[in-house]
């Protein structure tokens, strides 16, 4: 009796998921090492087989330096705009990366700039836009400003994100009775002590469904204007008589970074970049030197796995 084949099921497809199906049945692509290789004879134990060979393990070794390099490269572009560096700086820093530690590293003035206006800038966007549609309320603060013969209509939207919510008001109020007084002196701000409320209630698997409704409403209400004013001060401060020709995309690119991953320092961000590999191969792609273009970073490494088989 003939042997039964086998084939790239989904349990495999879970557990494997750098392997995608080829045409030919029994056969599948490594996007790590590029290689096809048949599993219908063993199924597991092939790929299996085909983890230990010294391609593949050359190819992890040899992805897991692009990965940094890429990292450093997105990091040193982040590191440009929140500091307020010029794009022309980066000619120069670029050299001396170069001559000193990195031979590879390519972040000029040009590639600085591409990555900042369509790589990074739109993954923040697509973070925002995944952000709002979870959240039951926003506030959307819209003002304008003139800059010599351009209107500037900054749009912010303000909103409290978080997934679980609760549905006991009493268990609120315990918590805030015992820690009002060290929250009140150690200065602890609103949102950091509805996010320790979380931490405590969530320990003890206590929710409060309808009072969070409440909470994230309130949260979403702007005290000042002073967020939308802070964007025309970043403004300000990119379009100087000596910074001027700056184009209007690249500074709402820098405002969105800005304001989006302010909490990052530059090693923090390096950290995320590391994590997020379709970004990555966005940072590296030459789609980001395309005028215009937003690179569609959701399904940017489908496009790569599909060139590669083909």
């Given at each position: 009796m003939p042997k039964r084949r086998c084939t790239f099921t989904v349990s495999l497809q879970s557990e494997f998921t750098f392997l995608k199906n080829?045409?030919?049945?029994?056969?599948?692509?490594?996007?790590?090492?590029k290689a096809v290789f048949s599993i219908e004879h063993g199924g597991r134990s092939d790929i299996k087989q085909h983890l230990e060979k010294k391609?593949?393990?050359?190819?992890?070794?040899?992805a897991s330096k692009s990965d940094k390099q890429k990292s450093q490269e997105g990091m040193f572009a982040f590191h440009t705009i929140v500091h307020n560096h010029s794009f022309r700086s980066m000619d120069c820093t670029t050299t001396l990366i170069k001559k000193l530690h990195e031979k590879k590293f390519s972040c000029a003035r040009t590639k600085c700039e591409s990555i900042i206006l369509h790589v990074l800038a739109p993954f923040a966007m697509d973070q925002?836009?995944?952000?709002?549609?979870?959240?039951?309320?926003?506030?959307?603060?819209i003002d304008t400003s003139n800059h010599k013969n351009l209107k500037i209509v900054p749009i912010l939207i303000r909103y409290f994100?978080?997934?679980i919510l609760f549905d006991e008001y009493y268990h609120v109020v315990n918590v805030i009775n015992e820690n009002l007084k060290e929250w009140q002196n150690n200065y602890v701000r609103v949102e950091e002590r509805w996010c320790?409320?979380?931490?405590?209630l969530n320990s003890k698997s206590i929710?409060?469904?309808?009072?969070w409704k409440i909470v994230?409403?309130?949260?979403?209400m702007p005290g000042t204007n002073a967020a939308i004013e802070r964007v025309f001060f970043i403004t300000n401060v990119l379009w100087t008589d000596e910074k001027n020709r700056f184009l209007v995309p690249t500074i709402k690119s820098i405002i969105i970074l800005k304001n989006h991953f302010k909490k990052y320092s530059c090693n923090d961000f390096y950290d995320f970049l590391l994590t997020q590999p379709k970004l990555l191969n966005a940072i590296s792609s030459s789609q980001k030197y395309s005028n215009g273009?937003?690179?569609?970073?959701?399904g940017h490494d489908e496009q790569s796995t599909s060139t590669q088989k083909s």
């Open positions: 080829c045409e030919e049945i029994g056969k599948v692509f490594c996007t790590k090492c391609k593949h393990t050359s190819a992890l070794s040899s925002i836009i995944d952000e709002l549609k979870a959240v039951n309320f926003a506030t959307i603060m994100d978080e997934d320790a409320i979380y931490k405590i929710s409060i469904n309808i009072f994230e409403y309130s949260l979403a273009t937003a690179i569609d970073i959701k």
